[in-house]
């Protein structure tokens, strides 16, 4: 029996190098150094698993043929490169924390092991009868396994570790507060307000970035207008997680505050969120009564549970999805959330309106089906010409015409 070849003593150091930097990056994102208005005790699941998984992957390496250590290796090199990334992002807009200085050494490193990944793979090349056809085979295997592991592993960590991005003053067409909203968990949220003229307030959600013009289009027609940073995004405490899981909270803290608001009469509470902020929204009224009518826009697919539901294509992808939901659930501590199909039986007899986009993207097709599972009062509207979340900007008139038609029959709003 032949033995195995002993990986060279260089490929063996650049490998223990990068998941000892990986490992350092964790331990100060979780554990060290975490978000602001986090624990340590908050980030159990997401600096525990990472760490257990690096130091088997660093204790087995030498133990793996050549192939396998070639693919062990580009898959850290690649995780390495986008944690380097996502670090990069932070510096240049000036929100860097110590894991984002740490991960800057992340570059050199990966890019050191997938040069290495890439001659070891190189060299263990067979010859022989059939090696074109085990080539083939092995770059399909490298394919499909990237294609359910790795995309939706980079997506998870791209999602709980999103960059935050800076908020500048805005016209709103009124001078309005800034506010701060604590949630149950005890996280401070960043908020603008606009105190209302007619009796009745709107949350906007999930930030104060990129939906202005809808802000200034409530505010026209007397609308108080909350506009606020879900948990973990731009100036909120808290992890981010850009499939929203849990920040329902967030929505309840929000109504909490109107309530105590003089110019918010007997309970006129609603809410417009866009693309995971829709999604949340739906969420939050299927469990707060006090959020009276709600506006979805751009809502889609976010864990595999809405995957369940797409039919044959989202049987496919089930796969990628299942790993995706388990990566994002560890990465962000958190469980996934109910199917939207089913939270939407659950709002009525309070209202909602659906809208979604012709061209948009990410599991919006799946309105109708939310639509369907939904009682009474409900609406739909689909816009064919526009792009995720673009409904305001496709058609402005008949948006505004639409949307505020709504909160003016469900809010009661002279």
């Keep these: 029996m032949?033995?195995?070849?002993?990986p060279a003593a260089r490929e063996l150091r650049t490998f223990g190098l990068t998941a000892l930097l990986l490992g350092l990056q964790v331990l100060l994102d979780a554990f060290l150094a975490p978000q602001p208005g986090t624990?340590?005790?908050?980030?159990l699941a997401s600096g525990l698993v990472p760490l257990a998984l690096l130091a088997v992957a660093t204790v087995f390496y030498p133990q793996l043929r050549a192939g396998a250590r070639a693919a062990l290796g580009a898959v850290v090199a690649v995780l390495a490169l986008e944690a380097a990334a996502l670090a990069v992002a932070a510096v240049t807009r000036g929100v860097a924390r110590p894991s984002d200085w740490a991960s800057l050494l992340l570059w050199p490193a990966?890019?050191?092991?997938?040069?290495?990944?890439?001659?070891?793979?190189?060299?263990?090349?067979?010859?022989?009868r059939h090696r074109y056809l085990r080539r083939t085979l092995t770059a399909l295997g490298v394919v499909v396994g990237v294609y359910v592991t790795l995309l939706p592993v980079g997506a998870a960590l791209y999602a709980t570790h999103r960059p935050r991005a800076?908020?500048?003053?805005?016209d709103l067409g009124t001078p309005y507060q800034t506010v701060t909203v604590t949630t149950a968990d005890g996280l401070d949220l960043a908020a603008w307000y606009v105190p209302s003229r007619n009796g009745a307030a709107v949350i906007s959600f999930p930030t104060r970035i990129g939906t202005l013009d809808h802000a200034r289009m409530l505010v026209r027609h007397g609308y108080g207008v909350l506009l606020l940073d879900m948990r973990g995004y731009e100036e909120s405490e808290g992890a981010p997680n850009a499939f929203g899981w849990g920040a329902t909270r967030d929505i309840d803290a929000a109504v909490a505050w109107l309530q105590r608001r003089p110019d918010v009469r007997q309970g006129r509470i609603g809410g417009i969120g866009f693309s995971v902020g829709g999604e949340q929204m739906l969420e939050a009224a299927a469990g707060n009564p006090a959020l009276r009518a709600v506006v979805s826009e751009g809502a889609g697919e976010r864990s595999v549970r809405e995957g369940l539901i797409?039919?044959?294509?989202g049987w496919l992808a089930l796969p990628t999805a299942t790993v995706e939901t388990a990566a994002v659930s560890i990465l962000s501590d958190t469980m996934p959330p109910p199917s939207l199909e089913a939270l939407t039986a659950r709002i009525s007899p309070r209202p909602i309106f659906l809208i979604h986009a012709g061209r948009g993207g990410g599991g919006e097709e799946l309105n109708p089906e939310y639509y369907r599972a939904a009682k009474r009062p409900k609406t739909i509207w689909k816009i064919p010409e526009a792009r995720h979340v673009g409904g305001l900007g496709a058609r402005p008139g008949e948006y505004e015409l639409r949307v505020i038609g709504f909160f003016d029959h469900a809010l009661r709003a002279a």
């Design 2 to 6: 032949s033995r195995r070849p002993t």
């Design 39 to 43: 624990r340590w005790a908050d980030n």
């Design 110 to 128: 990966g890019l050191a092991l997938g040069y290495v990944a890439a001659v070891t793979l190189w060299r263990s090349r067979s010859v022989g």
């Design 166 to 170: 800076d908020v500048e003053r805005a």
């Design 310 to 313: 797409r039919g044959p294509r």
